[in-house]
């Protein structure tokens, strides 16, 4: 019955290496985000896709490439980690302005 | 552009207490508004929203939030805390259009001792 679920729960990895996290969404929505929430706890918008169409890509590193084969899927695609990477990045999916529903997080450490 | 502010990071109370968390956003046309909880370790659940009609709304666990458009303000409140309510605190603005992306505050970290 998860709604909207995330893999994996933690990834602890070498700098320089390239990792992939999975995000689905069985609530039937149309947009689908990824967030950054820093060590500070500070949650900002990555990306967001409705559609299987990228609409939201905040000024972040091309390292990161989101990409979403339909619209119950978002994965998130980093290349070349650096440490300042390390952070807790949530999936969200939503239809049109409604609430927004997060997955359980992926907890990243960049070594 | 849009931000939300809350004033409080850190607030400490005991049970029983009463808890009001303040939360104020800079946006000028017609908004969403959210309080999303965070308990230790776990994703974020939604608590509550205003989209329109009554400006106090009441959410899960007994907490309830007030928009005052004229304060741009959205605080959340409690009557009385429980040791279980101790978790971030994230008030989150939506100002709608193509991207519906949410704009969130940075946490309150709310401590209630037993």
């Known amino acids: 019955d998860t709604a909207v679920s995330q893999t994996p729960k933690y990834l602890v990895t070498q700098m320089g290496n390239d990792k992939s996290i999975k995000c689905e969404q069985n609530l039937g929505h149309d947009t689908m985000y990824w967030y950054k929430q820093d060590s500070k706890k500070f949650l900002k918008i990555m990306f967001s896709?409705?559609?299987?169409?990228?609409?939201i890509n905040e000024t972040v590193p091309n390292r990161f490439s989101p990409k979403s084969p339909d619209k119950a899927h978002l994965n998130l695609h980093i290349n070349s980690l650096e440490l300042g990477d390390s952070a807790v990045y949530f999936c969200?999916?939503?239809?049109?302005?409604?609430?927004?529903?997060f997955g359980p997080g992926t907890r990243l450490t960049v070594l | 552009a849009q931000s939300v502010s809350q004033h409080n990071h850190h607030v400490i109370l005991s049970e029983a207490a009463s808890l009001e968390l303040g939360c104020n956003y800079s946006y000028g046309g017609t908004v969403n508004l959210f309080w999303y909880v965070q308990y230790p370790g776990q994703h974020l659940q939604l608590l509550l929203k205003?989209?329109?009609?009554?400006?106090l709304v009441k959410g899960i666990k007994g907490f309830e939030a007030e928009f005052i458009k004229s304060k741009f303000s959205f605080n959340l409140r409690k009557p009385s805390v429980q040791w279980s309510d101790t978790a971030e605190y994230f008030c989150a603005v939506n100002g709608g259009g193509a991207t519906n992306k949410l704009i969130f505050g940075t946490g309150t970290l709310l401590a209630v001792q037993p």
């Open positions: 896709y409705n559609n299987k169409e990228l609409i």
């Open positions: 205003y989209f329109s009609g009554d400006p």
């Open positions: 969200a999916s939503t239809s049109g302005a409604d609430t927004q529903y």
